[in-house]
């Protein structure tokens, strides 16, 4: 028996909202450690890891881990019935084909099920090494949803550059070439609104913008963003959701030769 | 010749966007007791009936009955032409082939006429007899609205089943189930937010969705919608106009047969 | 070397969106008396003339005349790039192939600078005489946008009638017909929701509606618009830019037979 309830159930609706269009079919591992998930996007490039920690949650029962396989498409569907400020409770037998979605209104006038079925899916879990980054850059999450979004309007791959000063952003392209700069900045009041780097050693990686722009769409559940990078690795782009867990998105660089030919 | 005179011009806007897509032409008929339509929708399924009676107008005059055709779609693209604000005077000669809509802005600076032509429509008057419902459930619009959005994607066909508690709208799929339950509650200080069931017997019925999520349009019209049922009777779902009249639109339910196939 | 600064960088995008769909590539001229450009539309039926003043810029600078050929769509990607409240620099060399954006943020946290190639472009100037129109109307660009709007929806052509009373707009169509008037006004307490008529000699002039709406994308640009017109002569449709310019559509008036088969 699986049972989960989340006050803020708002918050289940945008993590769906945030992968959806990324991954089609998944399997959430129901843990007592939480509610989990880590898939492979549709076209296997970036891998996604979302973590909702049962202590996150209002209450949260797993008698023993199951794994339900799920069309996020249909899941998000059924989500997008709860309202924002609705108690959103999720429930499944541990042998059962279904899993239940149940949302109460605030004043409880309305009460809501929507029962999902269940599907087998293939999924091996990867593990992912614990890494030290030679660079973390975290910065205001709308400010690097619009960078992408805008520099996907001039190129295909952004080259992203850490130094101790700041990070810069730069694309090339048929109509001409875009460099967006920002400082890092720690004076400002409100921490969410800081860009703030550490910095073991300056790196300069390039990534395809096209994911960049899918992982921003988690802008919704979080002030900020974390980018984790490393020479030769794949930077994780990172959204902390609130006291309940994160996600992150993980997608390699593009090597030189790649870059050149996007150049040429 | 007929004229009638609304300062709360908005009004009329509103009720021709929410027929506008269920019936294609129909003709108006301007009475002493009122302007009003009935009419089939185009797949010959549902019926909408509008009332404005003549003394919720500002100025009203009927020398004798005209009926006027009208391509409902053309004459809501003259109305989009009026501002919210605008006092909508509509004129007609008795034999003419032409109605004319003045539009007036509140301050008088700006006036509008627009000359609409007439078309011959065949068309019957069918007799609506008056009814006591089993069941009559009054809730706020907007919710309506939204259950019926939410439900349609699931499923194509609705369970509405009342008892005196609440009701609950039910629907089934290929992605699963959902059942949605409103309870009675008349504690909420708004009248308009209240959820009131009036029951002589429990009534249980099922209607297509698409039709319903039609007539919801009606929903800027009115806080509250009313749904009056009977077995083996249409549902009628009315959106009252303030004081100047009423839209009703009836949909007869589907029988067993075609429950079971839907959900086959 | 040209090099133009604009605190309020916003406007440089509102008056590239004003005019890009009208017209695709242009030469923009740089001189010391400020930034222009003057072309036709792509089906070369109306001319558009943009002014910047050099005194309206923040700082200006242009050594010798240079004209640059930007693709406007490419320039206005660019320039979407902007944040609103960004101060935006132009750069150019004097025989260089690309002109440089700069955006600075008002916090100066983040800075871009995007890099657009010109094209060569072959153009004329038109020399635009200095004409005494019989009637010049200036009235809310908000109400002009929306006339022209309301009346596509009606009719193709519209005749525009001026008076020393008002001035009224009129249409024809399949559906019907339209008749708009607004009422010379100026005891309104703010100027920009008046409407004033300088009148020599009353017209009425015809003119395709297709065409003042693409002018009407001026719109967010000024609070008023200013139609000047005289007969047999094109109509000047003008958006003052603040202090700094103005952007000028010229269309010429449908002549009568053109209107006779539009509403045969």
Redesign the interface.
């Known amino acids: 028996m699986f049972e989960a309830r989340l006050v803020q159930g708002g918050l289940l609706k945008k993590v769906l909202d945030s992968i959806k269009d990324l991954v089609t079919d998944a399997n959430f591992d129901c843990s007592p450690n939480g509610f989990s998930l880590q898939a492979m996007d549709s076209s296997h490039v970036s891998l996604v890891a979302l973590l909702l920690r049962s202590d996150g949650f209002d209450h949260y029962r797993a008698d023993r881990p199951i794994s339900m396989g799920m ?1 996020l498409n ?1 899941m998000a ?2 989500l ?2 709860a309202g924002n400020d609705d108690i959103i409770t999720m429930k499944a037998e541990d042998a059962g084909d ?1 899993v239940t979605f149940m949302f109460e209104s605030p ?11 269940l599907m087998d899916i293939d999924s091996e879990q990867l593990g992912i090494p614990d890494t030290d980054y030679a660079a973390t850059v975290k910065m205001p999450a709308s ?1 690097f949803q619009r960078i992408c979004k ?1 520099l996907a ?2 190129g295909d791959t952004v080259l992203i550059s850490v130094t101790k000063d700041g990070v810069k952003f730069s694309t090339t392209g048929d ?9 890092q ?1 720690t004076s ?1 009041d409100k921490p969410e609104e800081q ?1 703030t780097i550490e910095l073991n050693e300056p790196v300069c990686l390039s990534f395809a913008l096209r994911y960049l722009n899918s992982f921003a769409k988690a802008t919704p559940l979080s002030h900020t963003v974390t980018l984790s990078m490393s020479k030769e690795l794949p930077v994780v782009v990172e959204y902390r959701i609130g006291d309940l867990g994160h996600i992150r998105f993980y997608l390699a660089p593009k090597i030189e030769d790649e870059e050149m030919e996007d150049e040429a």
Chains 1, 2, 3 share one sequence.
């Open positions: 069309n249909n569907k059924m997008k019935c279904t004043n409880q006038e309305r009460i809501s099920d929507f029962e999902l079925k400010e805008d309007s001039i109509i001409g070439s875009a460099n967006i700069t920002c400082r900045n400002v860009t």
